[in-house]
């Protein structure tokens, strides 16, 4: 498993995001507009200010209702995967075609509540599932258990020789993580941000793995 750092509790701390990009494999970046969750983000230029000793690859999770307008925003930070919301659209295979008319991966989110079957069309035609373990819109909330999702999306992944990968995100601390490690990426960021020392939290999330 690899880990996603999420600076959402820290995005006005140029230094701390660094940090953070040190001590993880991808970075995660939330980008929410006010209307698909109850608030926004920073301006997406204002995150990308602040972003800009970022190395690690980019994981762009998109929590917006106009979802090409922020794709064409977001893409120029060379993302590695860009994720949008089931729950956003109704049209989301043109979202997917025109996320890889961009050269970019493409990622498709679940809401606690939204069943896996209504993903199941398109599966094959993307390279992410981010299934999300607490309800759009802020960070610290307390882990929903989604396990099910997980195992249904694994299994569904080997019976059809799929080729995506599984995020979760939300509430992930070297307690929960347990529960979720058989996904690929974890997305996790208040127990990072939240203390001095974010190599020793990330130590404690690899360790956790191996109980």
Same mark, same amino acid.
């Not at 204002?46 to 999770?61: A, G, L, R, S």
């Given at each position: 498993?690899?880990?996603?750092?999420?600076?959402?509790?820290?995005? &006005?701390d140029? @230094?701390?995001i660094?940090?953070?990009?040190?001590?993880?494999?991808?970075m995660?970046? /939330?980008?929410?507009?006010?209307?698909?969750?109850? =608030?926004?983000?920073?301006?997406?230029?204002?995150?990308?200010?602040k972003t800009?000793?970022?190395? @690690?690859?980019?994981?762009?999770?998109?929590?917006?209702? /106009?979802?090409?307008?922020?794709?064409?925003?977001?893409?120029?930070?060379s993302?590695?995967?860009?994720?949008?919301?089931?729950?956003?659209?109704?049209?989301?295979?043109?979202?997917?075609?025109?996320?890889?008319?961009?050269?970019?991966?493409?990622?498709?989110?679940?809401?606690?509540?939204?069943?896996?079957?209504?993903?199941?069309?398109?599966?094959?035609?993307?390279?992410?599932?981010?299934?999300m373990?607490?309800?759009?819109?802020a960070?610290?909330?307390?882990?929903?258990?989604?396990? &099910?999702?997980?195992?249904?999306l694994?299994?569904? =992944?080997?019976?059809?020789?799929? #080729?995506?990968?599984?995020?979760?995100?939300?509430?992930?601390? !070297?307690?929960?993580?347990?529960?979720?490690?058989d996904?690929?990426?974890?997305?996790?960021?208040s127990?990072?941000?939240?203390?001095? !020392?974010?190599?020793?939290?990330?130590? #404690?999330?690899?360790?956790?793995?191996?109980?």
């Amino acid at each position: 498993m690899k880990i996603s750092g999420s600076f959402l509790t820290i995005q &006005d701390d140029e @230094n701390k995001i660094t940090k953070l990009n040190e001590v993880t494999d991808y970075m995660h970046f /939330d980008v929410m507009d006010g209307h698909f969750t109850a =608030r926004p983000t920073l301006p997406f230029s204002e995150i990308i200010q602040k972003t800009d000793k970022v190395t @690690n690859p980019k994981d762009i999770h998109l929590m917006v209702i /106009d979802i090409k307008k922020y794709v064409d925003e977001v893409v120029k930070t060379s993302p590695e995967y860009i994720t949008f919301h089931i729950e956003a659209t109704e049209n989301p295979e043109e979202i997917i075609d025109y996320i890889k008319s961009k050269n970019v991966k493409v990622g498709m989110a679940l809401n606690p509540e939204t069943e896996v079957k209504t993903i199941c069309p398109y599966l094959n035609k993307i390279d992410l599932v981010l299934v999300m373990s607490v309800h759009p819109g802020a960070g610290g909330q307390k882990f929903i258990d989604i396990t &099910d999702k997980i195992k249904e999306l694994k299994n569904y =992944r080997l019976q059809n020789n799929l #080729k995506y990968i599984i995020e979760v995100d939300g509430g992930i601390n !070297d307690e929960t993580i347990k529960k979720v490690k058989d996904v690929d990426l974890a997305v996790v960021g208040s127990y990072i941000t939240n203390h001095e !020392d974010f190599a020793k939290q990330v130590a #404690k999330l690899r360790r956790s793995l191996h109980e």
